[in-house]
């Protein structure tokens, strides 16, 4: 056994020198290199030396003769992750499963991704803005069923002098299954499907069932809109009910769901004071008709009239390619278009300025009219990666509302670096 491995082998049985009888072997006399290391090694029973009293030291090992040591070591309780994955095929000859020390071994992970975006509007709404998003993912192995991932998110808003930023506990959430069902609890970000009914972080439990064909429901109260840290559940006794059906039939995904609040006020309507429990059904398809080509379309239909304005939406989007942050040189673009009520949807994703869709404590106004029955209008984006792991991205939306004609234009760029 070579010199590092008896010495690193020894100190993670972390035992003293007197836990051990004096010289074990007749060829490692005190005062050798080794000696201490090796009366560890033998007092704890992972090295026994040969039938004639000797360690045989100087001798050639077979890869055999290491696993059974190191199979002996990790019986004893010693930290030999990398030697055990190293001999993992001779340990499991013995009959040493290897696989959850491995997973010991990487039992915490922290991974991150910091971006830097830049919002301008113009049309009947001007502005600009500017920040800066780092966000620390912290996962870690419960079990062989069971995962927790908790996500930090720092936001520092660079467009005014003081530079206002926030640090939250985002997501905090345990997945894993129970019988055959997969299992998520606690705060996560739930983006049901496309996103255009719901994209919000929810407090609460979620259950899913199947394969290529995949039932799920979830119950929660509203924890905060990814964008806009805004409640659109504002009460305790809230609540937030869903259930969908998917399949993935190849080059063609379909889903359907429906959602229900109970919910006696929220955003984008707080401001105003009206009610806002509702029920939408949505359904969808994605097809991959061609090689780098993807169309997806979806609608949406509420049972509310809230404003007067249509009960349902819908939505078309063409995308080619697309950038891959594991590829530096790729790219992709696409083209969207939406029809969306604010009848068909809860908490809904898109960049394009749709004022007061989010917004608890202020209905944005603009002239007489307040930009809060929904939105239509197209975008176009184009995303490209400049080098491994950083990715830039850019979207133009034109939007209007249902109802006044109010006009918003939007460029949104981001670059993402992840590590």
């Known amino acids: 056994m070579k010199k590092s491995l008896v010495l690193a082998m020894a100190m993670a049985l972390g035992v003293t020198a007197s836990a051990y009888a004096a010289n074990p072997f007749s060829d490692v006399p005190a005062g050798h290199w080794a000696y201490d290391a090796v009366n560890k090694l033998a007092a704890a029973g992972v090295v026994d030396g040969y039938p004639d009293g000797t360690y045989g030291g100087d001798k050639l090992m077979t890869r055999y003769e290491m696993a059974q040591i190191v199979a002996k070591a990790m019986a004893k309780g010693a930290n030999v992750d990398k030697l055990a994955a190293e001999f993992a095929d001779e340990l499991d000859s013995l009959g040493v499963r290897v696989a959850n020390l491995e997973k010991k071994a990487d039992n915490v992970k922290i991974t ?181 080509f993807t169309l997806a379309a979806e609608y949406m239909r509420g049972d509310k009239d809230y404003f007067d304005t249509d009960k349902d939406g819908w939505y078309a989007d063409l995308a080619w390619k697309g950038a891959s942050a594991d590829e530096p040189g790729s790219y992709g673009l696409h083209v969207g278009y939406f029809d969306q009520s604010a009848n068909a949807y809860l908490s809904p994703t898109t960049d394009g300025f749709v004022a007061g869709t989010w917004d608890k404590n202020d209905v944005f106004e603009v002239g007489s009219d307040v930009f809060r029955t929904g939105y239509k209008g197209w975008n176009v984006g184009a995303s490209y990666a400049f080098a491994k792991n950083i990715v830039g991205v850019v979207n133009y939306y034109d939007f209007e509302s249902k109802e006044g004609g109010i006009d918003a234009e939007t460029i949104f760029s981001e670059l993402y670096f992840t590590f």
């Open 112 to 292: 991150g991704q910091f971006r830097a975006s830049y919002k301008d509007l113009s049309g009947d709404v001007d502005g600009d803005s500017a920040a800066l998003r780092s966000r620390l993912w912290v996962t870690g192995q419960i079990n062989e069923d069971w995962t927790y991932t908790g996500m930090f998110q720092n936001t520092q808003d660079i467009s005014n002098e003081s530079g206002d930023d926030d640090v939250k506990l985002n997501r905090a959430y345990v997945e894993g299954r129970v019988g055959g069902l997969d299992v998520t609890a606690g705060r996560w970000d739930e983006v049901t499907f496309t996103g255009n009914v719901l994209d919000s972080y929810l407090d609460g439990v979620k259950v899913s069932y199947g394969d290529k064909v995949k039932v799920f429901g979830l119950a929660a109260k509203g924890a905060s809109h990814n964008n806009d840290n805004v409640d659109y559940l504002l009460d305790s006794e809230d609540r937030l009910y869903v259930a969908g059906v998917t399949a993935d039939m190849g080059a063609v995904d379909a889903y359907a769901a429906y959602f229900k609040t109970d919910s006696s006020v929220g955003a984008p309507y707080a401001a105003a004071g009206d009610v806002l429990d509702k029920e939408i059904w949505n359904v969808g398809v994605s097809y991959n008709f061609a090689p780098d």
